[in-house]
Structure formats: C-alpha cells, structure tokens
C-alpha cells in the first residue's frame, strides 16, 4: 500500500520563515570503497565543518547529527560511477527534498545525483528522535554495501554523547528474506560493545536491512537483559508503554526504537540478532566493565 499526501498552504498563509539565519550545512561524500576487497564497494563520510568522519572500516555511514528546529543543508556529493540518492527516512520534509527519485511536482522532481555531480536537501527538523539516511538508488548493492547511517536530531542545546549514547544498525550484505550475511554496525563480526555496570545508556536500534525482519536479543534466552522502552520511530513514547521489560524485540524494515539500558553486573552480555525466516543468526557481545 503506497499513500500520497498533499500538504498545502492554509488560505492566505505567507511564506515559511527560516527558523535560523544560517543554516546548518553538511556534506555527505560517496565513494568507492579501495581501502580493503573485502570490505563493502562504497563508503559514506560526513563532512560538518572542518570534520571529516567515516566510520572505521567505512562498512557504513556514520551518524549525521542535527538539532529541531534548526534550518539544515545536507549536500549530498556522489563520487562513485553509477547515479545515487539520499533518502531522510522518517523525518517530515518536502518531497522535492525527500530522495525519492521523481518525487514532488512541477518544475521541482528529485533527480537521481549523478556522478560527479551532488544534490543539497533543505529541511527543518521538527521533532528529536532516532532517524535513518539510505540510498534509494535502483542498484541494491548500494543498501547491501552500507549507503546508509543513522541520522539524529536532538533537541536545542543538547550535546550528541557517544559515550553514553549508542547506536546499533541492523543489516545485511545479501538481498531477499533469506540473507545469511547480517551485519551490525556494518560488520559481520562486530567489535564488542564496551559499557559500565550501573551507568544509563540510550541504545538507538536501527534495521536498514531491505528484506530482513530481525529478532534482537540482549542477554541469553534463560537469562535475558532489561532495558526500558524511550521511544519509537523518532516518537517519544507515553508513560503506559515507556516500561521496563526483556530486552528482546522484532524489529521490520526501516523502524527505529530507543531504549534506556543500565547493566547492573560487570561481565559479558550476548547480543543476537536473527533473521526469522531461515534461523542465521549474527552474535556479538557487550562487555561490562
């Protein structure tokens, strides 16, 4: 099922003002990946001011942090051989804006980005919450090969933590319902998460894998972890769902949840995600110190 809205102007509404005289302008660089054959064929960096970022071994892209309320410019420059686009999965924008290919009206449709050429996105986020950025390219091999990353919007003033705030992204580098090959953070065999026993964490849980409805897990199955539900798809969630339970959860396509996590012992946690259909399972570990 595939619903178009659209938004007009209430009668006699002026033009939108800008929220900030400046914008916030970001560069999203895509390009081959040479640094290793066996790592993914294309690399995402993230160019805020004089920061360059990538993540380590380039498997993924890294976070685009960004503020509510704060005008934003994200360029997005392709650098590869074969044409790209940049989707703002969940968040509310223009569809001219949205990196759908053919998207919005008149004389504004998205195009695909050509090589060598780039493409600026203009929004305004108007909630805080956990977010995605993909390619929506018609090659899959972009998505398999890790043309996505988180994108996250705090609220006005509040610093991006890594060190208490962390993200787990979901993926594949096999298309279908059937991948075998699950990633996390980019990685078939992820690096262990390293945490502190009685220190609160936010896990930002991501799935961008296409096709793969993953079981997440936290802990064994005899003895599984608790973590408190924050919030879902980039949406706070009211006090009769923000509960504490086990921390296991289905996660589809394209959704996002928050969760508050306090490990209570030192030692190590399993960490499993499993594609349903055909039982792979990728398992990691956290390690409290």
């Not at 998460?193 to 964490?201: A, D, F, K």
Request: proline content about 9%.
């Amino acid at each position: 099922l595939v619903l178009a809205i659209n938004v007009k102007p209430a009668p006699g509404a002026g033009p939108e003002r800008a929220v900030t005289p400046s914008p916030h302008k970001i560069d999203l660089v895509i390009e081959p990946n040479a640094a290793n054959a066996k790592l993914p064929a294309f690399s995402c960096s993230v160019r805020d001011g004089k920061k360059l970022v990538a993540s380590a071994d380039k498997s993924m892209g890294p976070p685009i942090v960004v503020t509510r309320g704060e005008a934003t410019e994200i360029t997005v420059l392709n650098h590869l051989t074969e044409p790209t686009t940049i989707h703002w999965h969940g968040l509310e924008l223009d569809s001219y804006y949205d990196g759908v290919m053919g998207g919005g009206a008149g004389n504004q449709v998205t195009p695909a980005i050509a090589p060598g050429e780039s493409f600026t996105a203009r929004f305004t986020p108007n909630r805080a919450g956990t977010f995605i950025y993909h390619t929506h390219a018609r090659d899959p091999n972009q998505l398999t090969d890790g043309v996505y990353g988180p994108l996250i919007v705090l609220e006005p003033e509040q610093p991006f933590d890594p060190e208490h705030d962390k993200v787990l992204v979901v993926g594949t580098r096999d298309p279908g319902f059937s991948a075998k090959r699950i990633t996390l953070n980019g990685a078939e065999a992820p690096s262990t998460l390293i945490l502190q026993h009685g220190v609160e964490y936010r896990l930002r849980l991501i799935n961008m894998a296409a096709d793969l409805g993953a079981n997440v897990q936290l802990g064994s199955k005899e003895h599984p972890e608790n973590w408190r539900a924050i919030a879902k798809d980039g949406a706070v969630l009211p006090s009769r769902l923000a509960k504490t339970g086990e921390a296991t959860v289905h996660i589809a396509s394209g959704e996002t949840y928050d969760f508050a996590f306090e490990p209570d012992a030192s030692g190590e946690i399993p960490l499993q995600v499993e594609n349903p259909v055909n039982h792979e399972k990728l398992l990691a570990k956290i390690a409290v110190q």
